[in-house]
């Protein structure tokens, strides 16, 4: 018999709970031995009543350890008053305390002579290293789930939604006990946030206003469009009698590029989606960047890998989008008459879409308003050719205080000017800029 505890044999003298929290601490390292009825010097002082507390024993680590570790563990009973436990290193890590869940004070791991609560970054790569690197399929590290929020997407858009459901949408295991990180993102107790600022300029530093949504996904969709669509500011035309409107973002293309910010962000990350808007264009930027092997024109030509497959499964299933791939097309399909573009910039780590705003861009049919419609004159044109002569180049903010006109009106001079050969634009969005043709 050993007499000293190491980092595979722990002692203790009575049966208490404190056992549990040894029992997972070798299942989630290296496996060990625990006798019941050893105290700490290693002398063998036996349990009063072994066959009852044997049954306490063996029912405790079945009844107050999570995944079921009883595979791993087996018992004998020696000299007819010490309980040996013997525990092997489990499959299903991290084990924990049914009562705590997956967090630092339910996980423990041997460490030394001792076991001790897991950290967080401990906890995660068991996890990780158990059920492989699809985020979505790994156990929630929180347990505690509601479904309000998701349960209420499902009978707005018409399906079924219920416990029976969860294991074929990928909420739960197999086995059905442990809630997915795919279940955590649907759920009420999602961690992921949406957060939208907006500024007064361009270089976006004139900071107005902000908002952060949170919740389930279902829930951030909703409340982030609803904040969108009051910062879609319309603009009105007359043509003749017919007064026409105009926001400045197309209603589909603000949904379309959210959605997608949505389905398509890396979750095991964490931070949020950044949405900003400005008088020129609104940006949604999403953590993480292009799956390995696409390219920004991959995606503008239609084609998709979803990061989160169970995600866009479900946002499919309940129409919210049509297949993948397209809904990034239609956005460029909106913008066929604008003259400014929707934009995607990729890096390591995020991705963007950009959308313009088609009323400070102008677009073909936007032409119609009484201000286009005044002459272009011959000396603003000679005072944009000046300007360019003196500095090789003059942007569009630059034209307005030039000449003192309006968004709008700058660009149809510009568009004028390019038509007859005079300038030409160079580069995109905050980029863009005009040279002598």
């Known amino acids: 018999m050993a007499s000293f505890e190491t980092e595979s044999i722990e002692f203790k003298s009575q049966f208490t709970e404190e056992i549990y929290k040894e029992v997972i601490a070798f299942a989630n390292t290296d496996g060990g031995i625990l006798y019941i009825g050893i105290d700490n010097e290693g002398n063998a002082v036996g349990l009063d009543n072994v066959d009852q507390e044997y049954t306490r024993i063996t029912n405790g680590i079945r009844d107050a350890i999570q995944p079921d570790v009883t595979m791993f563990v087996r018992y004998s009973i020696q000299e007819n008053k010490v309980v040996r436990i013997t525990v092997s290193e489990g499959t299903n890590k991290p084990y924990y305390l049914r009562a705590k869940g997956l967090k630092p004070n339910g996980v423990f791991v041997r460490q030394g002579a001792s076991s001790v609560p897991a950290s967080p970054e401990q906890i995660r790569q068991m996890i990780k290293d158990s059920d492989g690197d699809a985020f979505e399929a790994m156990r929630s590290l929180e347990q505690e789930l509601t479904f309000h929020a998701a349960a209420a997407a499902f009978q707005k858009y018409g399906a079924d939604f219920g416990a029976e459901k969860y294991l074929a949408l990928g909420m739960v295991q197999p086995g059905g006990t442990l809630f997915t990180n795919l279940a955590l993102l649907l759920s009420d107790q999602c961690r992921h946030t949406t957060k939208i600022a907006v500024f007064g300029d361009d270089a976006n530093t004139e900071f107005k206003d902000s908002k952060e949504f949170g919740g389930s996904v279902f829930k951030q969709l909703e409340d982030a469009f609803d904040y969108l669509s009051l910062c879609n500011k319309t603009s009105a035309v007359f043509k003749g009698l017919e007064r026409i409107e105009h926001p400045d973002y197309p209603e589909a293309a603000v949904r ?91 890096t390591a780590n995020t991705f963007k879409m950009v959308l313009p705003n088609q009323n400070a861009a102008g ?22 050719m000046e300007f360019i002569d003196k500095n090789g180049q003059i942007t569009d903010a630059e034209i307005q205080s030039l000449l003192g006109l309006k968004k709008t009106r700058a660009f149809t001079l510009a568009k004028k000017m390019r038509d007859e050969g005079m300038i030409a634009m160079i580069g995109r969005g905050k980029s863009k800029r005009y040279v002598a043709d």
Not at 363 to 384: C, N, Y
């Open 256 to 346: 379309e590029a959210l959605l997608n910010a949505l389905v398509h962000r890396d979750y095991s990350f964490s931070g949020s989606i950044i949405i900003n808007v400005n008088e020129s264009e609104m940006e949604f930027v999403s953590i993480g960047g292009l799956l390995p092997g696409l390219f920004p024109e991959d995606i503008r030509s239609g084609i998709s890998q979803p990061r989160n497959h169970a995600l866009a499964e479900v946002f499919h299933r309940l129409r919210l989008i049509e297949s993948y791939g397209t809904g990034i097309r239609r956005i460029y399909h909106l913008y066929e008459n604008c003259s400014e573009k929707p934009r995607i910039e990729v």
């Open 363 to 384: 677009t073909s049919d936007a032409g119609t308003s009484a201000e286009r419609t005044l002459p272009i004159t011959e000396a603003q044109k000679a005072k944009v």
